[in-house]
């Protein structure tokens, strides 16, 4: 079996903080080997359940924060930026699950530990098929266009149910609860890792009864800008509309070119927002 791991950040147990995540920050390296550790122990559980071979896309921030040498499973390590799949970069119909390991909640939603949606200078809130979605459930995009399912979750309990419209039966380890969007109620690391390993384990299990995630096709993506500047220059891209002010909407029956276009619109949108 072989399993594609998209790792973030914000939501490894202990990280509450941006100064905790940003690598330029003194705090930034004890974290790091925080995160390391919560995707070695996803990586340790699937391999209990018979899972072979690993992909490991680091997504967080300059999106090389893992150190590959100390990686689990042998795993293959894809790291760097500008890629063109973002988050997802790697994925394709030859892997049997999806893990979203250290994922946060959405901008939109109910207070999470440092919630944003792909870059909270620029987006207030992101739709799919009128649902709030996080970074997971637009991330669940590609998984559908490969036809793999997304298997596994960790993160806060915020995000863990809001990945749950697009992916019935998704399985999640739940290291935190968050209280604020800067304050959260912890399990120890050791905990965090035995409780992910487990899960992870499960997930994989369980594989064979997992679908693609369950997004209705042609899928639509509302995306609510933080001020109107940004979302004209989103309709710059062709196939996305604007809905309002601040608000435009992509539509399309392919949701790896439908994700693709939501990237452009991130990465066009930032500059500006910068």
Known sequence: MKIFVSSDMEGTAGIVDWNQCRPLEAEYGYHRGLLQEEVNAAIE???????????????????????????????????????????????????????????????????????????????????????????????????????????????????????QPFCPGIRSAVV??????????????????ELIRAAAEDATRGLAELSAPGIALPATLTVRFRNADLAEMATWITGVLRVDNLTVRITDDDPIRLYRTFVTVVLLTRGIAE
């Not at 304050?183 to 905990?191: G, N, Q, Y």
């Open 45 to 163: 559980g699937a391999m209990a359940a018979g899972a072979s071979a690993f992909l490991v896309n680091d997504s967080h921030s300059k999106m090389a924060n893992l150190r590959p040498d100390a990686l689990a499973g042998r795993a293959r390590y894809l790291s760097g930026r500008h890629k063109p799949l973002y988050m997802m970069q790697g994925l394709d119909a030859s892997f049997d699950g999806v893990f979203f390991v250290s994922y946060h909640g959405s901008m939109s939603g109910e207070s999470s530990v440092l919630s944003h949606t792909y870059n909270p200078q620029a987006i207030s809130e992101v739709r799919l098929n009128g649902t709030p979605a996080g970074e997971a459930g637009i991330n669940a995009l590609v998984a559908l266009g490969h036809g793999v399912p997304v298997a596994l979750i960790t993160g806060d309990d915020i995000t863990a149910a809001e990945i």
């Open 176 to 193: 935190k609860t968050s209280v604020s969007r800067f304050a959260a109620d912890s399990l120890h690391p050791e905990a965090a890792r």
